[in-house]
């Protein structure tokens, strides 16, 4: 008997689409759309030279929605695309849109059929599973190898993904795209007789596993890891920090409710209706969300209603410039989609990949020469620590106490504060913007946050 579960290697979108037009003509559902997506992954761990963990997997799903003739919506899943999966999929989904709530009707997106911008996206074939163990277990001899107090990488994996994307519905949208993408991450642990183990790492994103700069990975984590073993305490006050590019945007992404028009619309966001055109940060910040850009390994072309995917500014010249929609916010906003939108019963919507940029502020920062200052490394317990809709946060943090241009590792700490009031805080950028896996960011100075000591 043939496996129609959904499988990358026989989704042709122009077909699977006609078969639904004939099947839903069928049951007479005149409204309906589908959104499908799958991957192959494969995945290794070591432990000392040894292999921990080999894993492969085969991850699918296809949501289905159907419309009945109030305008009611009725959603149910599947992996199976066989005529008699699709035909079953429809029926359940024309039943349910019986119980559709009335007071969320969602439509399509009125640019679910619009061009699509073009993306650079090699696609690379698998190395296969023996030859990510063995660039592992190298990466992690090498890093071993990188300082005596590193004795372990406890927390490593080597990773290579091929998915496919369709979105399909019955006013002609037809989207398809397909990716690969790779990572390695890799995160040490030193221990010196008689002190506290540190720990550090980095990671690395590309859209093949031969592609992965993993002498860079291993560079940085142990650079960071070494750079922590000389700590000490540090006195509870309030200092001005420099945030890493990752830390901030960790900050950004964990406040992004902010942007969010379904959060505001249901009234768990800081922003309101009446926040567009306010200020929010300083006068010479921007922040744009922007899935396309080519540092965004695994960019999507379009989000899961079909709206294509594109840049926004979020915050102009300290302004709130613009929210984050689906179809349904935009229609109660009355403006158009942007292309954040999940798939669902309740249509999610959710940031891509930020950009943070500006000019001006303070000029000259130098993080390596500056005295009494903090440099946050990195941000943790974001989701325990993090109050998105009162904007507070207290979150423990890796980074140095800054003098005379020495920096030195601070041994436990965290930082709290409000984040409208950081973002009026900012006093300037460091250095040109890097790219990391969730974003671009320079260094971020801010003033007067409260640090408070382990001690």
């Not at 579960?5 to 689409?17: E, K, N, P, Q």
């Amino acid at each position: 008997m043939a496996d129609h579960s959904l499988d990358t290697s026989r989704i042709d979108a122009s077909r699977l689409r006609g078969r639904l037009e004939d099947l839903a003509h069928g049951l007479a559902i005149p409204q309906w759309d589908l959104g499908a997506a799958c991957s192959t992954d494969t995945s290794v761990q070591v432990d000392r030279g040894e292999a921990k963990q080999l894993k492969g997997a085969q991850r699918s799903s296809i949501t289905v929605r159907v419309w009945n003739g109030d305008g009611l919506v009725g959603i149910t899943s599947t992996s199976d695309l066989s005529d008699g999966g699709l035909a079953r999929a429809l029926a359940s989904a024309k039943e349910a849109s019986a119980f559709g709530n009335p007071d969320d009707k969602p439509a399509f997106s009125p640019l679910s059929t619009a061009p699509l911008a073009p993306l650079e996206q090699p696609l690379c074939p698998p190395q296969g599973i023996l030859t990510l163990l063995g660039t592992l277990k190298e990466a992690e001899r090498e890093l071993l190898g990188r300082h005596a107090a590193i004795t372990t990488v406890p927390y490593n994996g080597l990773a290579e993904r091929s998915s496919e994307r369709i979105y399909l519905n019955s006013a002609g949208a037809s989207r398809h795209q397909k990716l690969t993408t790779a990572s390695v991450y890799l995160y040490a642990r030193a221990e010196e007789t008689g002190r506290k183990p540190r720990s550090s790492g980095a990671v690395r994103l590309a859209y093949g596993a031969d592609s992965l700069d993993v002498a860079g990975c291993i560079d940085e984590a142990a650079e960071r890891t070494i750079r922590h073993l000389d700590y000490a305490p540090i006195e509870t006050g309030y200092y001005t920090c420099c945030f890493s590019p990752e830390a901030f945007l960790d900050l950004i992404g964990a406040f992004s409710s902010l942007f969010n028009a379904r959060a505001v619309l249901d009234g768990v966001s800081l922003s309101t209706r009446e926040s567009l055109g306010q200020p929010l940060a300083v006068p010479f910040f921007q922040l744009h969300d922007n899935g396309l850009h080519p540092g965004n390994v695994g960019a999507s072309a379009f989000d899961g209603e079909g709206t294509p995917t594109r840049r926004l500014a979020l915050v102009e010249n300290g302004l709130l410039a613009n929210f984050l929609h689906s179809e349904a916010t935009a229609r109660a906003f009355g403006v158009a989609p942007t292309g954040h939108a999940g798939l669902g019963a309740k249509v999610s919507v959710g940031p891509d990949w930020f950009e943070v940029s500006g000019t001006g502020g303070q000029a000259d920062l130098d993080r390596h020469s500056a005295d009494g200052i903090v440099w946050i490394d990195s941000l943790s317990a974001l989701h325990a620590g993090v109050k998105a809709s009162q904007g507070s946060f207290s979150l423990p943090f890796d980074g140095w106490l800054v003098k005379g241009g020495e920096a030195r590792s601070i041994e436990a700490a965290t930082v709290a504060g409000d984040i409208r009031s950081l973002l009026n805080g900012i006093i300037g950028f460091e250095g040109a913007a890097k790219i990391t896996p969730d974003g671009l960011s320079p260094y971020v100075w801010v003033e007067g946050l409260s640090i408070t000591g382990d001690s």
